[in-house]
């Protein structure tokens, strides 16, 4: 029986640097953003090299979910790097089959890095209240959310990911604290424009959090996904 684990995350945050500690590990096959050529499709959006993606992938979502997430594997652990927003006009009963975890990160810093290259960003391009949602139909179906705040992750990477891996019924492995840096097989045809940071990584490193201010214009998406993030965050993972 294979673990499928979904990472709903919003754009901006470490979920690349998620994606490549789970590669890290012997028993699992991870996956980048597979319903992203899905996403742009039904909704249109203009993102850096939209056509490549739409060209790299499947956009029809239900016949990705059927082929590759619930698809064979080669190892018995899958891991899916999701974005939340992607999950749009998608039959989302597949997620019973599978554990799904959600990562955040405080709006601000993600509304101010991704306005960079999608200058028209809203709140619904947060993935925030698609991550609500799945929050709260978790617990309307009994379930125990495991929400992993990236602050949180990064101040003390090991212990999260124990407590993380606990949660999902696997063995902490070490391997998942580092990674060689550069590019990486699993990495979709977008990362030559969002992952140059993460490819200079080699772990978990906090480094210095940013200060920089968000433009005037953006204050109202930032306020408005406060609330959401605040709400998730009620159930985070703590040390």
Request: hydrophobic fraction near 40%; charged fraction near 20%.
């Amino acid at each position: 029986m294979t673990l499928r684990i979904n990472c709903w995350s919003g754009p901006r945050n470490i979920s690349t640097s998620f994606m490549y500690a789970f590669g890290q590990r012997a028993d699992t096959t991870v996956f980048d953003e597979p319903i992203y050529a899905h996403y742009l499709r039904v909704t249109g959006r203009e993102h850096p090299g939209r056509s490549e993606v739409l060209a790299s992938q499947d956009s029809d979502g239900e016949a990705v979910v059927r082929e590759v997430i619930m698809g064979a594997h080669p190892t018995p652990v899958a891991f899916f790097k999701q974005m939340a927003q992607h999950a749009v006009d998608l039959d989302l009963g597949f997620l019973r089959s599978c554990r799904n975890m959600l990562l955040i990160r405080d709006p601000e810093r993600v509304v101010t890095s991704f306005a960079k290259n999608v200058p028209d960003v809203g709140v619904a391009d947060t993935g925030l209240p698609i991550q609500v949602d799945l929050l709260e139909a978790m617990l309307a179906g009994g379930e125990d959310p495991i929400v992993v705040d990236s602050a949180t992750l990064l101040a003390a990477p090991e212990a999260v990911l124990r407590r993380l891996c606990d949660r999902l019924g696997l063995a902490f492995d070490p391997a998942m604290l580092s990674w060689p840096a550069g590019p990486k097989p699993e990495d979709g045809v977008w990362a030559v424009h969002w992952y140059a940071s993460t490819h200079r990584s080699t772990g978990f490193e906090a480094g210095v959090p940013s200060t920089e201010a968000p433009p005037g214009r953006l204050r109202p998406v930032i306020d408005e996904a406060r609330g959401l993030y605040e709400r998730l965050s009620e159930y985070a993972i703590t040390i």
